[in-house]
């Protein structure tokens, strides 16, 4: 009875022992992405008066990425985005833009997307959904992400993402022009993300 007791433990320990294997595989080739901000950057398109869409960016974007290099699970975003950093190529209108009808940059130095699932829709292509912080109030939002690239060796290694997605400026309590038309509700972004791993990042 003890013999055959152990031979079944055995045969047991002999089928878990692979997957468990694999899962510590898994776990170990999870990294963290330090953003470089220097190749990191939010554009963003809106309409303007009806008529062009006119555009702008970000220049000052942060944080981190978790994410296996060989694509075997999501990547995971935290990123922070400083709202006096926008750069539309026009001084007056980005103290504008930082002002108290738009972004309010004074009270609100930031805006983040912190990520809360994905779903994969093709080779390291991914539908991500995350909460979306802007004036204070958060939402959900919905981007498509690819990564772009992964180059280096197993120490030292960069990698890069860019997402597309449309938010609705009223739904966070930016509403000037959105009645008269004189800037457009839905706002356009991509965003382009380039990060490091490894000492020093």
């Known amino acids: 009875m ?3 007791r152990t031979l079944w433990i055995a045969l047991i320990g002999a089928c878990l022992l692979p997957s468990l294997a694999l899962a510590t595989a898994r776990s170990a080739q999870l990294e963290t992405w330090k953003l470089d901000p220097v190749h990191c950057m939010a554009l963003f398109r809106v309409q303007h008066a009806g008529a062009g869409q006119f555009w702008g960016r970000f220049n000052d974007v942060t944080g981190t990425v978790t994410y ?3 694509d075997s699970s999501a990547p995971e975003f935290n990123v922070t985005v400083a709202t006096k950093s926008i750069d539309t190529g026009t001084a007056k209108l980005d103290r504008n833009l ?3 009808d738009f972004f309010n940059a004074r009270e609100f130095e930031t805006m983040t997307f912190k990520s ?3 779903e994969r829709i093709g080779p390291r292509k991914w539908k991500v959904k995350g909460d979306l912080t802007l004036l204070g109030k958060t939402e959900e ?5 690819e990564t772009t ?3 280096g060796n197993p120490v030292v290694a960069k990698a890069g993402w860019e997402a597309t997605f449309s938010v609705f400026r009223s739904d966070f309590g930016m ?5 008269n038309g ?3 509700d839905e706002v356009r972004l991509i965003v382009g993300l380039e990060g490091d791993t490894g000492p020093g990042a």
Not at 141 to 145: C, S, T
Not at 175 to 179: A, F, H, K, R, T
């Open 68 to 70: 296996p290099r060989d």
């Open 149 to 151: 690239g992964v180059i």
């Open 141 to 145: 939002v919905e981007a498509v992400i």
């Open 182 to 184: 004189a800037l457009g």
């Open 175 to 179: 509403n000037w022009g959105v009645d």
């Open 98 to 100: 930082q002002g108290p």
């Open 116 to 118: 809360t699932g994905a």
């Open 2 to 4: 003890m013999l055959r």
